[in-house]
């Protein structure tokens, strides 16, 4: 799974007050009061230091990609959110992992929101359908993103150590602390053997194959 989040960027929204801003649609979408403060509550409990985005130019971000993805079911750099979205909740459910609660937490929050009833962008609405989840994610990503990859190579190892076994993977015992030592393990044995590649270019110098003389 690509979690490079850089490499399709949503387009730009402000961080500016979004109470400020004037209300405008969003796609063909006019989002009630409700939605408006589900939104802008899990964005201060994710960023209580930062200004909200403003629903201008939230509004303005589902405009462009109206335009660039007119023949797309969902736009891409939406579906990439979403896609990393659904890893950070299985990140939070599984057991193995045992992630912290003050990571869990705010996965907790965009989950709720993006399956509550209250939304600013439902997922149904072509093209920009889960915008506003997709921000969330965004603005959630610099705390999350390092635990995530961490948590794909824990699953995608502990999937090889199980087909050995012949287990499902959630059926296989294999916890963030086995994981660790894997590794540890793999790393010491990359070392060893560079040292052992450096030891054979260095150990004895080659006999010169031609020699010159005056």
Not at 1 to 17: D, F, G, K, R, W
């Amino acid at each position: 799974m690509n979690i490079n989040l850089a490499t399709l960027p949503l387009p730009v929204y402000a961080n500016t007050s979004a109470r400020a801003q004037r209300r405008l649609r969003i796609g063909n979408l006019n989002p009630d009061r409700h939605a408006e403060r589900s939104f802008l509550r899990v964005v201060e409990r994710l960023e209580p230091d930062s200004m909200p985005p403003s629903f201008d130019s939230i509004a303005s971000a589902a405009r462009q990609l109206n335009q660039i993805f007119a023949n797309k079911h969902r736009a891409p750099c939406i579906q990439m959110r979403l896609r990393c979205l659904a890893a950070m909740k299985a990140m939070s459910q599984d057991s193995g992992w045992a992630l912290q609660e003050d990571q869990r937490q705010p996965i907790r929050w965009i989950a709720d929101y993006a399956t509550g009833k209250h939304r600013l962008v439902p997922d149904h609405v072509p093209v920009i359908g889960g915008l506003d989840d997709a921000i969330l994610v965004d603005i959630a990503w610099p705390s999350l993103s390092f635990e995530l990859d961490d948590f794909l190579s824990f699953r995608r190892l502990r999937a090889k150590e199980a087909q050995l076994r012949g287990l499902h993977p959630r059926k296989f015992g294999f916890t963030r602390e086995d994981w660790l030592h894997a590794r540890a393990a793999e790393a010491a044995l990359l070392q060893r053997a560079r040292r052992r590649v450096g030891y054979c270019y260095g150990a004895t110098p080659a006999p010169a194959l031609f020699r010159f003389h005056g």
